[in-house]
């Protein structure tokens, strides 16, 4: 593998724990990564910075990709959600979350494997809220031809490199009809006009909810914008075992931020207790990412045994406390640091 700088933004409350043990996996990997450190929200706060430091936007603009930890956003007051800002100051507009069964990690469902596709810089998180007289509040929901085509042109994109057979469109539009008909609308035409090959299906998004949960395996990669793919995000999550053991991407057009999805947790923040395979989970799509992007091989073997150990680990019985285990977080560390020297390397 080459050598290539990364912008790490550790996090607040587990952030900083779990992204060191991911670092500490990675190196063992052979993964020769030069680590740039920024801090965004509350760490940030705590060293007398703003929320969104400029130098933390301009290390990402320059170096192009990043890992973040979860970082704290409070609810119904104080500052807004720094991936919020993060997505929309960087033009980060396809959300992109692989949800799939893991071995070892016991749920209802077996055999999962979905990727949810969300638009990431409209709709109602366009943040435009107002007071229209006192006692009543109004938010505005936000669509653009421009950016629905261009979500829909990713994800037809995406299914095809990856081989992904089929896209559904979750929607609103008996509602909704000019903004989620929008979306639609967008998404047809790409489908008839640049894609054909790939199935493509519309569920009102009520329905689909109820689908999915009755047999994930009717679908493949769901795209969505943005509200109700933050829903169905940890919907599909909790198919698999939760926040904990998926992965996140937020990617541009020429920048990408890989991020855990859970929350900062500082209720378990320092106990050592924290299991951080959904960073390590997001360091695997960044590496494949850079295999793609940076034309580096190596990269993406790396993460192939990555991934490999992980399962391995969990497939053995080695979990932390949120999967029904004991492990620490860094005896969990350990034990996929075990496992990719005992087995790195083999297909």
């Given at each position: 593998?080459?050598?290539?700088?990364?912008?790490?933004?550790?996090?607040?409350?587990?952030?900083?724990?779990?992204?060191?043990?991911?670092?500490?996996?990675?190196?063992?990997?052979?993964?020769?990564?030069?680590?740039?450190?920024?801090?965004?929200?509350q760490a940030a706060l705590d060293?007398?910075?703003?929320?969104?430091?400029?130098?933390?936007?301009?290390?990402?603009?320059?170096?192009?990709?990043?890992?973040?930890?979860?970082?704290?956003?409070?609810?119904?007051?104080?500052?807004?959600?720094?991936?919020?800002?993060?997505?929309?100051?960087?033009?980060?507009?396809?959300?992109?979350?692989?949800?799939?069964?893991?071995?070892?990690?016991?749920?209802?469902?077996?055999?999962?494997?979905?990727?949810?596709?969300?638009?990431?810089?409209?709709?109602?998180?366009?943040?435009?809220?107002?007071?229209?007289?006192?006692?009543?509040?109004?938010?505005?929901?936000?669509?653009?031809?421009?950016?629905?085509?261009?979500?829909?042109?990713?994800?037809?994109?995406?299914?095809?490199?990856?081989?992904?057979?089929?896209?559904?469109?979750?929607?609103?539009?008996?509602?909704?009809?000019?903004?989620?008909?929008?979306?639609?609308?967008?998404?047809?035409?790409?489908?008839?006009?640049?894609?054909?090959?790939?199935?493509?299906?519309?569920?009102?998004?009520?329905?689909?909810?109820?689908?999915?949960?009755?047999?994930?395996?009717?679908?493949?990669?769901?795209?969505?914008?943005?509200?109700?793919?933050?829903?169905?995000?940890?919907?599909?999550?909790?198919?698999?075992?939760?926040?904990?053991?998926?992965?996140?991407?937020?990617?541009?057009?020429?920048?990408?931020?890989?991020?855990?999805?859970?929350?900062?947790?500082?209720?378990?923040?320092?106990?050592?207790?924290?299991?951080?395979?959904?960073?390590?989970?997001?360091?695997?799509?960044?590496?494949?990412?850079?295999?793609d992007t940076r034309e580096d091989?190596?990269?993406?073997?790396?993460?192939?045994?990555?991934?490999?150990?992980?399962?391995?680990?969990?497939?053995?019985?080695?979990?932390?406390?949120?999967?029904?285990?004991?492990?620490?977080?860094?005896?969990?560390?350990?034990?996929?640091?075990?496992?990719?020297?005992?087995?790195?390397?083999?297909?």
């Open positions: 593998m080459k050598r290539h700088k990364i912008v790490l933004i550790p996090g607040d409350g587990i952030g900083p724990e779990v992204a060191d043990e991911v670092k500490r996996i990675l190196d063992s990997a052979g993964a020769k990564i030069e680590w740039v450190e920024r801090y965004a929200g060293m007398g910075s703003d929320v969104m430091p400029p130098e933390t936007l301009e290390a990402i603009e320059h170096i192009g990709v990043a890992l973040k930890g979860p970082c704290t956003t409070p609810v119904g007051k104080g500052f807004s959600s720094v991936n919020v800002q993060l997505r929309k100051k960087l033009n980060l507009y396809a959300a992109v979350r692989p949800v799939r069964s893991l071995p070892g990690v016991s749920t209802r469902f077996e055999n999962v494997d979905l990727v949810i596709v969300r638009e990431n810089t409209e709709g109602l998180y366009s943040g435009i809220e107002n007071e229209v007289t006192p006692g009543v509040v109004m938010s505005m929901k936000v669509s653009t031809e421009k950016a629905c085509t261009r979500i829909a042109r990713w994800a037809f994109r995406y299914a095809t490199h990856r081989q992904r057979r089929k896209i559904t469109v979750l929607h609103k539009a008996n509602i909704m009809k000019l903004t989620d008909g929008l979306f639609i609308g967008c998404a047809q035409n790409i489908h008839k006009n640049e894609y054909p090959n790939i199935d493509y299906q519309e569920l009102i998004i009520d329905a689909g909810c109820m689908k999915i949960v009755q047999d994930p395996s009717l679908f493949d990669v769901l795209l969505l914008e943005n509200l109700y793919g933050d829903v169905i995000s940890d919907l599909c999550a909790g198919l698999v075992g939760g926040l904990g053991v998926v992965p996140g991407a937020n990617i541009g057009e020429r920048k990408a931020v890989f991020e855990a999805v859970h929350g900062s947790a500082p209720d378990i923040a320092g106990k050592g207790v924290a299991n951080p395979l959904a960073l390590l989970m997001s360091s695997v799509m960044m590496l494949n990412h850079i295999a091989p190596g990269a993406r073997e790396i993460a192939h045994n990555i991934r490999k150990a992980y399962d391995k680990t969990l497939e053995d019985g080695h979990k932390t406390r949120d999967l029904g285990g004991n492990l620490g977080t860094t005896e969990f560390a350990d034990a996929i640091i075990e496992r990719l020297n005992k087995h790195a390397g083999i297909s």
